[in-house]
């Protein structure tokens, strides 16, 4: 996940979403991108002679600060509670450990892993469709359908458009069409 792609997701897409998980790089992007906004906000409130900007920008991203650190947790298969071990002194270098750790590679309770598919240990299909199955149990591309008896997918009759060889004609044509 890019930079961008992480800041926009947390901020939009996932702004107050508490379940699933999320990547290393999501957590650590946003978190980074928070810290250097937070710095220039400083910076700026302190030539202004005012912080009431930097206080509004910690208030916007606190949720989903708090939002992607519990996903982040979730990943490396750990309850968003444990958030609250940063109120104890010198306990939140656990919580720095788990946040820097790989997240777990199988589906675990709070969902699939947010990294894909097959080529990271889970078995089955890789992210996008690409390897392996193809998605929703559509042949691969190049490869005919398999298990349909030599019909046509969606009901179109044989191949190349052509009605009548191996199938049903779609919306109850005889599958004669270009043939006449």
């Known amino acids: 996940m890019s930079f961008q ?4 997701t947390v901020l939009t897409k996932k702004y107050a979403d508490f379940s699933g998980r999320a990547r290393r790089s999501e957590y650590w992007y946003y978190t980074a991108a928070v810290v250097l906004v ?24 606190l949720v989903p600060g708090i939002a992607v650190g519990v996903r982040r947790l979730h990943d ?35 969902g699939p892993s947010p990294k894909g598919g097959a080529e990271y240990g889970q078995g089955g299909q890789a992210p996008y ?33 052509q009605g009548g060889q191996g199938g049903q004609a779609p919306y109850g044509q005889d599958g004669n069409w270009g043939q006449r």
């Not at 792609?5 to 926009?8: E, L, M, W």
């Not at 302190?46 to 900007?53: N, R, Y």
């Open 5 to 8: 792609d992480a800041v926009t």
């Open 129 to 161: 469709g690409q390897g392996g199955q193809a998605p929703y149990g559509q042949a691969p591309y190049g490869q005919a359908p398999q298990g349909q008896g030599g019909q046509a997918p969606y009901g179109q009759g044989g191949q190349g458009g």
């Open 38 to 61: 937070a710095v220039l906000l400083q910076i700026v409130g302190s030539i202004m002679g005012t912080q009431i900007i930097y206080y509004v920008f910690i208030l916007a991203t």
């Open 76 to 110: 490396t298969g750990h309850s968003g509670w444990w958030l609250l071990i940063v109120f104890i002194p010198f306990a939140g270098l656990v919580l720095l450990y788990w946040c820097v750790l790989d997240g777990e590679p199988a589906t675990n309770q709070y």
